[in-house]
Nanobody
C-alpha cells in the first residue's frame, strides 16, 4: 500500500485548505481512507475517515461543522476539505488506510491502520 498525501500549507485563521491522499496497491472498494493529525507532545488524533466500500463516514465532532471528507473512487483519492480554520487546527495531518468498516469504529487507530506521510497544516498570520 502506498499513500501519497498533499495539500498542506500556511493559511490565515478563517481560511480554507483541501488535503488529498491517493492510495495505490489496493483492490477496489476494499478499504477506508482517512486523516489523523498530531501536534508535538500529543497523541495522534483521528479526524475523519470514509469507507470506499459503502461510503460511510466518520468525522471528529469538534471539527464536523468545518471539515468534510469525500472520495473519488476513480482515482482512489480521499479529500479533506477544511473551512474556517483555527490556530488549534495546526498540526501534521497524516493520511491513513484501514479496513472498509473503519468509520464504524470512529476512525480509531488500530493494528490494521496503515500510514502515509504527513503534511503540515499551519493556521496563523
Amino acid at each position: 500500500v502506498q499513500l501519497q498525501a498533499s495539500g498542506g500549507g500556511l493559511v490565515q485563521p478563517g481560511g480554507s485548505l483541501r488535503l488529498s491522499c491517493t492510495a495505490s496497491g489496493l483492490p477496489p472498494n476494499s478499504y477506508s481512507l482517512g486523516w489523523f493529525r498530531q501536534t508535538p507532545g500529543k497523541e495522534r488524533e483521528g479526524v475523519s475517515c470514509i469507507s470506499f466500500g459503502d461510503g460511510s463516514t466518520f468525522t471528529l465532532y469538534s471539527v464536523s461543522d468545518r471539515f468534510t471528507i469525500s472520495e473519488d473512487k476513480a482515482t482512489n483519492t480521499v479529500y479533506l476539505q477544511m473551512h474556517r480554520l483555527k490556530p488549534e487546527d495546526t498540526a501534521v495531518y497524516f493520511c491513513a488506510q484501514d479496513l472498509p468498516n473503519w468509520p464504524r469504529s470512529g476512525c480509531r487507530r488500530r493494528t490494521e491502520t496503515r500510514w502515509g506521510q504527513g503534511t503540515q497544516v499551519t493556521v496563523g498570520s
